[in-house]
Nanobody, 132 residues
């Protein structure tokens, strides 16, 4: 079974940038879609960005991060990235990467899926704090 491990979180001032990484190990053959999620204090988990792992590599973004965040992957190293630019205090949260292990490609509607039934594997999270 695949395992995920995030890194790259930290503290930054508003307007700054951070790049998160999610290293995947183990069996990846059933993973067709991966994503980044976040949970701010007192709020529910929300999807931030998703990417399909097929040759098209389609990406999908939450409206709140569109134009500021970029999801990408390095298939040779099995690493998922989230480049975060123009960070705002409201981006402060614990960030997680996750994978669907059921041969499912993601679509725009998948941004509404934050449940563990769909996302079978989660990393441990990395904290991002943006100060004003």
């Amino acid at each position: 079974q695949a395992r995920l491990r995030e890194s790259g979180g930290g503290s930054v001032q508003a307007g700054g940038s951070l790049r998160l990484s999610c290293a995947a190990s183990g069996s990846m053959y059933s993973i067709y879609c991966m994503g980044w999620f976040r949970r701010a204090a007192g709020k529910e988990r929300e999807a931030v960005a998703l990417i399909n792992t097929d040759s098209h590599g389609s990406t999908f973004y939450a409206d709140s991060v569109k134009g500021r965040f970029t999801i990408s992957r390095d298939d040779s190293e099995n690493i998922l990235y989230l480049q975060m630019d123009s960070l705002k205090p409201e981006d402060t949260a614990m960030y997680y990467c996750a994978a669907n292990v059921g041969y499912r490609l993601c679509s725009l509607s998948t941004l509404a899926r934050t449940d563990n039934t769909f996302w079978g594997i989660w990393g441990q999270g990395t904290q991002v704090t943006v100060s004003s």
